[in-house]
C-alpha cells in the first residue's frame, strides 16, 4: 500500500515538471516571437526615422543660421550703441571745451558749482556783443543833431543773426556791433522787429563762423534757479557778469524809455535780483549749463529788480528769418484774458490758469482767423499748447510764439467744462496791428 502511494506521488512529480518544462518553453517561444516582431518593426520604422530626420536637417541648420544671426545683429546693435554714446560723450567735451556748449536734457536743473560761474560766462561772453546806434534828433529850434546810445545783443548764428531789443535799436540810423574781442562790424542791417514782443533781430554782413549763444528752454524754467546776465553795464562796461536767481514768472510790467516819453505794456516777462543796469538791454539771462533763457530788457529803478523776455517766445520768428528770409510772426486771432487765481475768481471760473478768450466789444474771436477757421468760441479757455501748460510754461502768446507761420498746434481747452482738443493752423500776424495789440 506504502508502495503504490510512494509511485503515485512520483508520477505527481514528473507532471508537476513537465507541465513546468512546457510553461518555460512556451514562455521562452513567445517572447522569442515577440522580440522577432520587435525587430521586424523596427527595421520597417528605421528608413522612416532616417527619411524624417533628414527632412529636419535643413530646418534644424536654419534654426541655428538664424540664432547665430540673431547673436550677429545683437552684438552689432551692442557695439554700434557702445560706440556712438562714446563718441557722443566725446563730442559734448571736445565741444564744451572748445567753446561750444551743447548740453543735453534740460539745462534749467543745473546749479552753480565753485568757480563755474566763471566759466560759463567766460564760454558764452564771446557771443555777446555790444550794439551802438546813431539817431538823428530835431531840436526845439529845428536843428538836427546826433544821438548815440548803446545796449546788447547776442549772437544766434556764425553768419551773424544777432537777437537784440526793439527798443535798443528803434528809430536809428545807423547801427554798428563791437565784440567782445573788440572787432566791431558797421555794416549791420536791422532785418526786423516783433510786432508783440519788444525784440529786434540784425544782422552783421560779410562774415562767417562768429561764437553764438545755445538758445536754451524758457518754459522750463523755476523760480529760485541760478542765473547770470551778461551786458554792456552803463553803456561803456562790455559784458559785465552778474548773478542771481529767477525771483519769479509770468510777470507783467509798464516799461518807459529812459527819458520816461513813453510807456510799454510787457507781460510773461522772467524776473530776476541779477542786476540788469541801463545798457544791459538785449543781452542774454543764462543759466547753469550756459543756456540763453531769457533777453534781459527792463529794470525796475532803485530796487535791483530785473525782467528777461522769455527766450522761446521768440524762437518761431528767428526760425522763420533764418530759414525763410520772411519777418513773420505767427498767429492765432483772439483776444483773452490770462487768468491767475485771483482773476479766475472774480470771473467765477473754476480754472486757476489759462486763456479765457473774452472781450469787452463783439466777439474775442478774429473773424476768418486761424482760431475762427478752428472752431474756437468765445468763452473758451485754453489751458495747453501742445502739452505745454497755460500759466506754469507762459502766457498763450509766449507759447504760440515758439512756432512759426504754417505750423498746426493742438490746444487744449474747456468749453462748458468739459475738456477738448482743437488743432489751430497758425497764419502770419496782420502787420496792420500794433505791437501793444492783444490778439494773438
Known amino acids: 500500500m506504502k508502495d503504490k502511494e510512494k509511485d503515485n506521488k512520483g508520477e505527481i512529480k514528473e507532471k508537476e515538471v513537465e507541465e513546468i518544462v512546457k510553461e518555460v518553453t512556451e514562455d521562452k517561444a513567445e517572447k522569442e516571437v515577440k522580440e522577432e516582431k520587435k525587430v521586424e518593426k523596427a527595421e520597417k520604422v528605421e528608413p522612416v526615422v532616417k527619411e524624417k530626420v533628414e527632412q529636419k536637417k535643413p530646418e534644424a541648420r536654419a534654426v541655428r543660421r538664424n540664432s547665430e ?35 543735453s536734457g534740460d539745462g534749467n536743473v543745473a546749479t552753480f558749482t565753485e568757480g563755474s560761474i566763471s566759466e560759463v560766462a567766460n564760454k558764452v561772453s564771446p557771443a555777446v556783443v555790444s550794439i551802438k546806434t546813431e539817431t538823428r534828433v530835431s531840436g526845439y529850434f529845428g536843428q538836427s543833431s546826433t544821438a548815440s546810445a548803446a545796449g546788447t545783443g547776442m549772437i544766434v548764428t556764425s553768419d551773424g543773426y544777432v537777437i537784440t531789443n526793439k ?18 562790424y558797421s555794416k549791420v542791417e536791422i532785418v526786423g522787429t516783433d510786432l508783440v514782443n519788444d525784440v ?52 507783467t510790467i509798464a516799461a518807459s524809455d529812459s527819458n520816461y516819453s513813453s510807456y510799454e505794456v510787457l507781460s510773461d ?40 523776455i522769455p527766450i522761446s517766445s521768440v524762437k518761431g520768428m528767428l526760425k522763420s528769418i533764418i530759414e525763410n528770409g520772411k519777418v513773420e510772426r505767427s498767429y492765432m486771432g483772439v483776444n483773452y484774458i490770462n487768468l491767475t487765481p485771483d482773476v479766475a475768481k472774480s470771473l467765477e471760473l473754476d480754472v486757476s490758469a489759462g486763456a479765457y478768450i473774452s472781450s469787452d466789444s463783439g466777439s474775442a474771436v478774429v473773424a476768418d482767423s486761424p482760431a475762427d477757421k478752428a472752431g474756437i468760441k468765445d468763452e473758451d479757455i485754453i489751458i495747453e499748447v501742445n502739452g505745454a501748460k497755460i500759466g506754469s510754461a507762459g502766457t498763450l502768446s509766449s507759447l504760440l510764439g515758439e512756432y512759426t507761420v504754417g505750423d498746426t498746434v493742438e490746444l487744449t481747452l474747456l468749453r462748458d467744462g468739459k475738456q477738448e482738443k482743437v488743432r489751430v493752423t497758425l497764419e502770419a500776424y496782420p502787420k496792420t496791428n500794433s505791437s501793444s495789440s492783444k490778439k494773438k
Open 269 to 308: 516777462k522772467i524776473q530776476t535780483d541779477a542786476s540788469i543796469n541801463a545798457g544791459n538791454s538785449g543781452g542774454p539771462l543764462v543759466n547753469a549749463a550756459g543756456e540763453v533763457i531769457g533777453i534781459n530788457t527792463a529794470v525796475s529803478s532803485g530796487n535791483g529788480i530785473g525782467f528777461a
Open 200 to 251: 529786434a533781430y540784425l544782422k552783421i554782413k560779410d562774415v562767417s563762423d562768429l561764437p553764438t549763444v545755445k538758445l536754451g528752454n524758457s518754459k522750463t524754467v523755476t523760480v529760485g534757479q541760478q542765473v547770470i546776465a551778461i551786458g554792456n553795464a552803463l553803456g561803456q562796461y562790455q559784458n559785465s557778469v552778474t548773478a542771481g536767481i529767477v525771483s519769479g514768472i509770468g510777470r
Open 167 to 184: 527798443h535798443v535799436v528803434e528809430d536809428a540810423n545807423s547801427v554798428s556791433v563791437v565784440m567782445d574781442d573788440g572787432t566791431e
Open 69 to 103: 544671426n540673431f547673436k550677429i545683429v545683437v552684438g552689432t546693435l551692442v557695439a554700434v550703441i557702445t560706440v556712438c554714446s562714446v563718441f557722443a560723450l566725446g563730442l559734448s567735451i571736445y565741444n564744451f571745451y572748445n567753446g561750444k556748449l551743447t548740453i
